[in-house]
């Protein structure tokens, strides 16, 4: 063993999730230590964040008020149930989300119920559409409807709903599910800045979905605004907003996941506000706590939530999480939302949006890549795969740009570029040229 790597930790135990474990393994690349727009990774090395941790550090490594909130509620509460009891912090945090929620106070998204991730909070919003439906009179609505390409997590209720093959096909999912058609159209909308102007129709899929199972089976349809893990999927022009018309006239509730759409990532607080359309329920979750401690949201209507008050007294949702609500992730979270209001972080996108898609636009003409799409602060650079080994190219863009100090996220062939919403100017320069040279080198 070499002196470097003598306090290096042994790599067999930890089975890492959503990795090429033995790839990983035999060349691991390890993250020691994170301050504002940078990892420093165990070679020293400065890292440029270009994908905000997991799409959840919005504002910035390192925030000192988050850790000393944290640190002073460890100490003063460490942890209280919320099962049959409260504490304080978990009512504050959630009276705080309300008063911000999706959509104003109009859209009145303003009932909360808190998981600890997002797929706890996308299992959360089914239970809920299901419950819900039962409590007005419509119990036969038991069908719930997802999109090809999408991606709301890793429980049995997220991967039912979720459209995406390798997490499905070695798993049975739930019965009574069916899939809007995704709205990915390259042939037709490559190089858009913002939303694409072709597809609205594809919204009119879930009439053929009402006219093949019947209405009075639907209890609810899930969509992110903006899928982010396939490699973001920008919505057509008017698709949400029709969509929404085909959710209120058959009686269907529409989710939104917003997992890594609220928070700032389009460059207003929820995706729900950036489009104007408002659903029944909304998934979040990363951002809430700038990533620093596990916590989910679900924002139900209050129609939704009490149509569920009703009746005799006794519990009136039979879920919840141990954890829901937890004094360290609720302090997190609370200064969280502090220096996102106090620094204007959940606008502050809307601001750089016109950089940012001008310096990843400009990548455009580079050997290989095939469509670029910008929104807020995201970006999907989507190369040609390699005929013989698809996502190998994207992969080693990836790889490359790790070793040029740069941390971007690929799915496939695309590469998914989300910063902090704290990125300067010059950093996103720095991003763009970095990708670029990547690609270049990659070829
Ligand atoms: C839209 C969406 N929903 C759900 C999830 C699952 O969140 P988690 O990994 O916190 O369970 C993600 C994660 O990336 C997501 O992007």
């Not at 670029?372 to 990836?398: H, N, S």
């Amino acid at each position: 063993m070499s002196d470097s790597n003598r306090n290096a930790p042994s790599l067999d135990a930890f089975w890492m999730p959503f990795t090429a474990n033995r790839q990983f393994k035999a060349a691991p690349r390890m993250l020691v230590a994170a301050e504002g727009m940078h990892y420093t990774a165990d070679d020293g090395r400065r890292v440029l964040d270009g994908t905000a941790g997991l799409w959840c550090v919005n504002a910035g490594h390192g925030r000192r008020s988050i850790a000393d909130a944290a640190a002073h509620q460890l100490a003063s509460l460490d942890f209280a149930p919320t099962f049959q009891m409260g504490h304080p912090i978990a009512f504050d945090f959630a009276e705080r989300l309300a008063a911000m929620a999706p959509g104003g106070p109009e859209a009145g998204l303003d009932r909360v119920f808190l998981t600890n991730s997002g797929s706890e909070s996308v299992d959360t919003a089914l239970k809920i559409a299901l419950a819900y439906q039962r409590a007005i009179g419509q119990g036969t609505r038991t069908r719930l409807i997802g999109r090809e390409r999408g991606y709301h997590g890793v429980g049995f209720g997220g991967i039912s709903v979720g459209g995406i093959v390798s997490n499905r096909r070695a798993f049975p999912t739930l019965p009574g599910i069916d899939h809007l058609r995704h709205t990915h159209d390259p042939a037709r909308n490559a190089f858009a800045k913002g939303q694409p102007e072709h597809g609205a129709e594809l919204a009119e899929d879930l009439e053929r979905l009402v006219a093949l199972h019947g209405a009075e089976t639907i209890a609810a349809c899930i969509v992110e605004p903006v899928a982010g893990s396939t490699g973001v999927l920008i919505p057509p022009r008017g698709y949400l907003e029709r969509l929404r018309e085909i959710c209120t006239r058959h009686g269907i509730l529409l989710i939104f996941d917003e997992v890594i759409t609220g928070f700032g990532r389009l460059g207003a607080p929820f995706a729900t506000d950036f489009f104007g359309v408002v659903p029944d329920l909304v998934t979040t979750a990363k951002g809430i706590t700038n990533g620093t401690v596990p916590m989910g949201a679900v924002f139900a209507k209050r129609a939704v939530h009490d149509a569920l008050m009703q009746g005799p007294e006794g519990i009136e949702l039979f879920h919840g999480y141990t954890y829901s609500g937890h004094p360290l992730a609720c302090a997190a979270g609370l200064a969280t939302l502090d220096i996102y209001a106090k620094e204007g972080l959940l606008t502050r996108g809307a601001e750089l949006a016109e950089d940012w898609a001008g310096a990843m636009h400009d990548l455009r003409g580079r050997a290989h890549v095939s469509d670029i799409r910008t929104i807020g602060l995201v970006a999907g650079i989507e190369l040609t795969p390699r005929p013989d080994a698809p996502g190998k190219r994207a992969y080693e863009v990836f790889t490359d740009c790790f070793r040029r100090g740069l941390l971007i996220r690929v799915t496939g062939d695309i590469i998914a570029l989300s910063p902090p919403l704290i990125v300067e100017r010059e950093q996103i320069r720095e991003m763009a040229e970095i990708v670029g040279a990547a690609i270049d080198r990659v070829g």
